[in-house]
């Protein structure tokens, strides 16, 4: 079972240049959202996505962009990339289903690890 | 606003020793209780949920309790093996018509033979 694929696991960039993190699910999963994981800080929402065509801004939503084309796709972008952006990314999905909105379980790729210089 | 605290780490311990990992929250209305982990290298996966108060937790050995009393949900094992070593995250989910999780910080736990 592929789950939630991230890819590319490690990336160094230099402060300006712009790349793009992929996402992709293959459990059908209407709701889609990136995470970022930072020393002391746990991990904050940058963007989510609860279907196709629908996206929204989460806590520090500052110098991402998302687009959602497709159910199992949910690709992040740095335009252009800051030393403050330095983390690990993940991403994550479940299911949209009113029975278990509160009680769902997120299911989580194995994380993108970035540096910016 | 809602938020989860959990107890700073890194906690080391040996083989067999009983494990708590302390979490509070705060919350308005009524969230659901997660505790996710992460194995070095990985995504981080549930490890155990409780939905509503009183509600017990558990799974790989692993217990927590729903306290909303003292608005707690404190991971246990009463006995830990080295490869319970990991981060061990507490997060909560409320009724407030988003889709947004919280999660504390992450406490790492060494298991040492």
């Known amino acids: 079972n592929a789950g939630v694929t991230q890819t590319p696991k490690f990336q160094v960039l230099k402060t300006g240049q712009s790349m793009t993190l992929q996402c992709a699910q293959d459990?059908?999963?209407?709701?889609m959202s990136w995470y970022r994981q930072d020393p002391g800080m746990g991990l904050r929402l940058i963007h989510y996505?609860?279907?196709?065509?629908?996206?929204d801004q989460g806590e520090v939503p500052n110098g991402y962009n998302v687009s959602r084309s497709t159910t199992e796709d949910f690709p992040l972008r740095l335009l252009s990339a800051a030393p403050s952006q330095t983390s690990v990314y993940f991403c994550?999905?479940?299911?949209?289903?009113?029975?278990?909105?509160?009680?769902?379980?997120?299911?989580f790729g194995e994380g993108s690890r970035l540096t910016v210089l | 606003g809602n938020s989860v605290t959990q107890m700073e780490g890194p906690v080391t311990l040996s083989e067999e020793a009983f494990l708590t990992i302390n979490c509070t929250y705060t919350?308005?209305?009524?969230?659901?209780l997660f505790w996710y982990v992460q194995y070095p290298g990985e995504g981080l996966q549930l490890l155990l949920k409780?939905?509503?108060?009183?509600d017990k937790g558990s799974n790989k050995g692993f217990e927590a309790t729903y306290r909303k009393e003292t608005t707690s949900f404190h991971l246990e094992k009463g006995s830990v093996q080295v490869s319970d070593s990991a981060v061990y995250f507490c997060?909560?989910?409320?009724?407030?018509?988003?889709?947004?999780?919280?999660f504390g910080t992450g406490t790492r736990l060494k298991v040492l033979a």
């Open positions: 994550a999905s479940r299911l949209r289903d009113p029975t278990i909105e509160l009680t769902g379980e997120l299911f």
């Open positions: 459990m059908n999963h209407e709701y």
């Open positions: 996505s609860v279907g196709a065509g629908i996206t």
């Open positions: 919350a308005t209305g009524y969230p659901s």
């Open positions: 409780a939905t509503k108060a009183d």
């Open positions: 997060a909560l989910r409320v009724t407030s018509g988003t889709y947004k999780y919280i």
